[in-house]
């Protein structure tokens, strides 16, 4: 399913280091999310956008930092990685309404 | 905090026979998803249940939903090797924009 891609897949980066995760849907749909997936912590939610121009922050939004200029497009950056931020990050989107989620094949981040 | 609680953790059964997984949650929702993601993959939604519905099917897949309990559970019948996957149950308040809280997950391994 190409509606959303995520890149790079794999990402190795040093401590202190800016490193921007890409995110792309095909749908037009409106609302984006990055999440994060750790052992024993499930996926959280990091900032959520609803519109180009309209982010919000989740759950664990310390250290990161999105932008939203076009609808298609909703980029994470870690504006200087710490070794917390190794992890596997998911971009979603979804359309109006209580429609589920359609989720990227993630981005596995590691900081060393 | 983590809305949805999974259980168990980790089920291993043999092919063809059914695999149940348990979900519970603390606040109110709207709906209430279920998610399956296999290895390095991203996850990808299999049924979406509302909080007016008691029982939902798809396919050897079925649902059921007892919000007096704030407890889900998610049967797979008949189940595959390619059943093999981690499942994520995932809880939508209805007024956070689709901002959806998931829990831990279950590892279903299904052996052929």
């Known amino acids: 399913d190409a509606g959303i891609t995520q890149s790079p897949r794999y990402k190795i980066t040093e401590t202190g280091r800016q490193v921007t995760l890409m995110c792309h849907q095909t749908?037009?749909?409106?609302?984006m999310f990055w999440y994060r997936q750790d052992l024993g912590h499930g996926l959280r939610l990091i900032y959520y956008?609803?519109?180009?121009?309209?982010?919000d922050k989740g759950e664990v939004p310390d250290g990161y930092v999105v932008s939203r200029s076009k609808t298609e497009n909703f980029p994470l950056t870690l504006e200087s990685a710490t070794r917390s931020q190794t992890s596997v990050y998911f971009c979603?989107?979804?359309?109006?309404?209580?429609?589920?989620?359609?989720f990227g094949n993630g981005t596995r981040l590691t900081v060393t | 905090s983590q809305q949805g609680e999974e259980d168990p953790q980790a089920l291993s059964i043999q092919e063809g026979e059914n695999a149940t997984m348990n979900c519970s949650y603390k606040?109110?929702?709207?709906?209430l998803q279920w998610y399956r993601q296999n290895s390095g993959r991203g996850l990808v939604h299999l049924i979406l249940?509302?909080?007016?519905?008691r029982e939902k099917h798809s396919g050897r897949l079925r649902v059921t939903l007892d919000t007096s309990k704030k407890s889900s559970s998610l049967l797979i019948t008949a189940s595959r090797a390619a059943d093999t996957a981690s499942y994520f149950c995932a809880t939508d308040p209805g007024w956070s924009y689709g901002k959806l809280t998931f829990g831990q997950g279950t590892i279903l391994t299904v052996h052929p």
């Open positions: 749908w037009s749909h409106s609302y």
């Open positions: 249940i509302r909080s007016n519905e």
């Open positions: 979603a989107s979804h359309g109006q309404g209580a429609s589920p989620l359609h």
């Open positions: 956008s609803a519109a180009a121009d309209i982010t």
């Open positions: 606040t109110s929702i709207n709906n």
